[in-house]
């Protein structure tokens, strides 16, 4: 009969589980309702697939991304077991035959969103399944006081009505002990079996480096690093302009981020993996179905959201457990533009009040009254009409979303896209000939790459700012441009349906709603200020802040001696011969100057050179032709 350890090696080829994935297994086997905390890169997914494996019936897996569930349905598909994505995309023709494929084609996994589980036809369909096992992925989405709430994940307990006698998995690699409690309690979980792996990374070596010049600085710590690298940023149009910066310096890198086509994350995904493009510039768009082990280095140019999102980038480094470095660039305006934009984007009960008081102007809803059908609605063409910052007023829809105040459909994903059809001097005629239509001519020239050559996304917001032009008078130009035959132009659908949910009674209406958006404003500042608390610390070793975060006590009384703030507390004369072994581990057939060394290592240049110059007459290492040091072979 099959074990855990047999199906671990026929279908993914591993011959044995990393530590506590095997207990996991052994619990969820015995019917026990299960919470299990394993950091980024823990393997949580083998945590269910492999039991689900094991016993007859499918396996339902709820998670929160469309693109999560499809990168592990093609994992599974890629191990020859079967498993289905259950997303808006499919017509209700195509779920019944998902079912019936559930049913009597040996399927194994069923993944499905929280939204979709809420359907009485879905839940219908999953009584008449065998379920082996629920596991529930991203779990402290349940949670307000976790760093991703959402609020369709309330709604979960129904699995235990659905099917009693099915083990619940619950799964999340970043939770305090607050969100730990909320996803019992959410889940009606009353006596679980709770595996909470360590915070704390032995091979990870934490750097925050305070520069003003963030870009000088990354090329020197680049310069001494060798593997592949992430490099993390807050916004979309900086990974392109970054990736440029940094090949024109001979640094091979790609770009990622949630507004590219699925074809151009794959692309870019790709060349990463097989290292034709070794460092990735990316949003934390990049993440999900990441297992590189190799990766040497996470650097972040931007403050992240919460030490959540930060410890979930910073442990995609170092996954093969040897020495790797998670690294933050920071200085003062970085931090301050963090809470700046915060306070730009993330709704107040006086900012949602505005934009619910619009929308019931913009859609003439009477006091009293609730609309019985849906509206079109266009967030763009909403926020142009009442000048509306765009990303807090989708927020501020997530709330009342969130509140039961309105619902708002999802809106298509696939983005706009362009191709120029006309070129070389036909094109220098045509602008001369329309010149209300050169300079978005020029500025579409000079932002997108490629985009004679193949039909390219673009971002109709950017392009609408740098212009100066409203929504409508821009996409007035790009349907121009279209008929007169100078570009194909395929507009995205963004219309969604909005529907009140109650009937308009201000100022009661958001009133009674306010203390929650109060507590959720806080909720989220406070972790961005934990960031900054974080990037700011010289007091307390860099590792056990983080473990505090996470009411984890240090595995050692003493500090972890690697990270800055351990460092610097050191004495002032530094103990040459560990100066030396750190410098010859840095190196070793990788050549670097004195100023690399000293930055990879946040050590004085002066110190450095002067081991240097002892390491040389010592016979240990020697001096490139260029000016860097090497390792001495053992034949020289």
Known sequence: MSGPLDILQ??????????MQEAIIQSILSK??????LPTGGGKSLC?????MLQKGVCIVVSPLIALMHDQVEQLANRHIKAIALTAQLSTEETI?????????HYKFLYLSPEKLQSPFIQEKINQLTVSLFAIDEAHCISEWGHDFRPSYLNLKVLKS??????LLALTATATQRVCQDILQHLLIENPT??????YRDNLTYRVIHTEDIQGRLLKVLSALSGSVIIYTNYRKDTRTLSQFLNARGHKSGFYHGGLTSNEKQQAFKDWMQDKRPIMVATNAFGMGIDKSSVRAVIHIDTPASIEHFVQEAGRAGRDQKSAFSICLTNPYKRSNALDRFKRTEPTVAVVKNVYQQLNQYFNIALGTQPCDPFD???TAFCDIYNLNSRQ?????????REGILSVSQQSERKSILQFSMAGRQLDEYSDRNPSKSKLINLLLRTYGGIFERATTIDESFLCKKLRLSNKRLISHLEDLHKDGVLMYEPTSNQAKLRFLVAREEPYTINRIANNIERQYKVKLDKLTAVINYLTNTQLCSKHLLLQYFEEKPVAADSCGDCDVCRKKKSTTIDLPEMAHQILSLIGTNPLDSVSIATALDLPEKEVLHCLQVLLEKNKISLTSRNTFKTKQPAE
Do not use: C, H, I
Request: hydrophobic share 45%.
């Open 97 to 105: 035959v998902a079912f019936d494929n559930l049913r009597y084609g």
């Open 377 to 379: 609605f266009s967030l």
């Open 32 to 37: 026990n309702d299960t919470l299990v905390l």
């Open 48 to 52: 269910y697939q492999v039991p689900a």
């Open 10 to 19: 026929k279908y993914w080829g591993y011959a044995d589980f990393r530590p």
């Open 162 to 167: 659905l099917k009693p006698e099915a083990p």
């Open 393 to 401: 007023t989708q927020k501020a829809l997530s709330v009342m979303q």
């Open 194 to 199: 709770v595996f909470k792996a360590s915070f």
